[in-house]
């Protein structure tokens, strides 16, 4: 019987059943136990969303981590997990949509002035507002990888000027798709709408700070739904007090919960959402963790198995 230790919000009991039913649906044997269970000691696969990774690497029988997430930099982090073992990520076409609808929704609020309406309603003005003209405006796409790629097709899909930046070149029919670091200072400059869906790395960390801010045009306005640690969250208050950044979106913070503390809540063109832009639907990712599992249990490389020296 495969036993899989799971954690997601400290292993949480009604989680856990409702994955256990879920993957059970497409692999009727499999059993999830709380990471911290004397039963997690017998385990080779772990299902992890966040969890300690001391705890993880005590497990000397593990064959194989699953992220609950598309990313993996919260088992990753700080390279405490042994490099040998395969880190398995959840690849969703539903979630890449999800993220779609959430960037198009911020992209749209930014171009309508959602917000200015808002706020016009509490003192009951009923007057037009500035609309900026979407043929001429420019979206940069920071990561296009399985959710970037599907964001950047749809943005075009909505008549948009799109752009994507990636590691390795993409072609992508329509989308000017760009490389490399002077690139990346070029679509910081050209562009109106900068759109992060990064993994978070070495190399993306802090990538949004004060000098990169400082590039994008005056009135610029940016989203973030990669990671928080990507972004120097004082540099870009700043840059959203003086108006350089007109309205930043946020899902994503370098701790979460946001603290109740943080500054961001107070900067009024900062707009808040707490991770949820694509969040993981159990119902669809639960066929590919349980083949992942399968595939583990032959002696297979299960599919999105990550390239370790990559970092995502
Ligand atoms: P992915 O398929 O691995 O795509 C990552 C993209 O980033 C790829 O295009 C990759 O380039 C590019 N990239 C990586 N490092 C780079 C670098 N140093 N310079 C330039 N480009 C770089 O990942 P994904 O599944 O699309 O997910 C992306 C991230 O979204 C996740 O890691 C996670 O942090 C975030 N996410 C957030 C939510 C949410 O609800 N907020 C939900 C899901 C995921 P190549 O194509 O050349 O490899
Ligand atoms: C969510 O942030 C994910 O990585 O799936």
Same mark, same amino acid.
């Given at each position: 019987?495969?036993?899989?230790?799971?954690?997601?919000?400290? !292993?949480? *009991?009604?989680?856990?059943?409702?994955?256990?039913?879920?993957?059970?649906?497409?692999?009727?044997?499999?059993?999830?136990?709380?990471?911290? !269970?004397?039963?997690?000691?017998?385990?080779?696969?772990?299902? +992890?969303?966040?969890?300690? +990774?001391? &705890?993880?690497?005590? @497990?000397?029988? +593990?064959?194989?981590?699953?992220?609950?997430?598309?990313? $993996?930099?919260?088992?990753?982090?700080?390279?405490?997990?042994?490099?040998?073992?395969? $880190?398995?990520?959840?690849?969703?076409?539903?979630?890449?949509?999800?993220? !779609?609808h959430w960037v198009a929704m911020s992209v749209l609020n930014f171009i309508r002035d959602t917000f200015g309406y808002y706020n016009?309603?509490?003192?009951?003005?009923?007057?037009?507002r500035?609309e900026i003209?979407?043929?001429? @405006?420019?979206?940069?796409?920071? /990561?296009? /990888?399985?959710?970037? !790629?599907?964001?950047?097709?749809? @943005?075009?899909?909505?008549?948009?000027?799109?752009?994507?930046?990636?590691?390795?070149?993409?072609?992508?029919?329509?989308?000017?798709?760009?490389?490399?670091?002077? %690139?990346?200072?070029?679509? @910081?400059?050209?562009?109106?709408i =900068?759109i992060?869906?990064? *993994?978070?790395?070495?190399?993306?960390?802090?990538?949004?700070?004060?000098?990169?801010?400082?590039?994008? %045009?005056?009135?610029?306005c940016?989203i973030?739904? #990669?990671? #928080?640690?990507?972004? $120097?969250?004082?540099?870009?208050?700043?840059?959203?007090?003086?108006? =350089?950044?007109s309205l930043a979106i946020l899902?994503?913070? &370098?701790?979460?919960?946001?603290?109740?503390?943080? &500054?961001?809540?107070?900067?009024?063109n900062i707009k808040?959402w707490? =991770?949820?832009?694509?969040?993981?639907?159990?119902?669809?990712?639960? %066929?590919?963790?349980?083949?992942?599992?399968?595939?583990?249990?032959? /002696?297979?490389?299960?599919?999105?198995?990550?390239?370790?020296?990559?970092?995502?």
């Amino acid at each position: 019987m495969p036993i899989v230790a799971f954690y997601s919000n400290n !292993s949480n *009991p009604d989680l856990q059943n409702q994955w256990e039913n879920r993957l059970q649906a497409h692999y009727p044997e499999i059993s999830l136990v709380p990471l911290f !269970s004397d039963q997690a000691e017998s385990a080779i696969t772990a299902l +992890l969303w966040k969890a300690p +990774l001391e &705890r993880v690497n005590t @497990l000397k029988n +593990l064959k194989v981590l699953i992220s609950l997430g598309q990313g $993996v930099d919260h088992i990753l982090k700080d390279n405490i997990i042994d490099n040998e073992i395969p $880190v398995v990520r959840i690849v969703d076409t539903f979630m890449a949509k999800s993220m !779609s609808h959430w960037v198009a929704m911020s992209v749209l609020n930014f171009i309508r002035d959602t917000f200015g309406y808002y706020n016009q309603q509490k003192n009951k003005t009923y007057k037009p507002r500035k609309e900026i003209n979407f043929t001429t @405006l420019k979206i940069a796409v920071y /990561g296009v /990888g399985e959710i970037g !790629s599907v964001v950047v097709k749809d @943005l075009k899909q909505l008549g948009f000027k799109v752009y994507g930046w990636s590691r390795t070149k993409k072609n992508i029919a329509g989308i000017d798709c760009f490389i490399g670091e002077d %690139k990346f200072k070029y679509l @910081l400059k050209s562009c109106d709408i =900068h759109i992060c869906l990064l *993994p978070l790395t070495i190399q993306t960390n802090n990538i949004f700070n004060n000098s990169t801010f400082k590039i994008m %045009k005056h009135g610029s306005c940016f989203i973030n739904a #990669g990671r #928080g640690e990507q972004v $120097v969250e004082e540099d870009l208050i700043e840059n959203c007090q003086s108006g =350089h950044i007109s309205l930043a979106i946020l899902d994503v913070y &370098r701790v979460e919960p946001l603290p109740k503390n943080s &500054r961001l809540w107070e900067q009024e063109n900062i707009k808040i959402w707490p =991770h949820v832009a694509a969040e993981t639907n159990p119902e669809t990712a639960a %066929k590919q963790i349980a083949n992942a599992i399968k595939c583990i249990e032959n /002696g297979k490389i299960p599919p999105n198995t990550i390239e370790r020296k990559l970092g995502y």
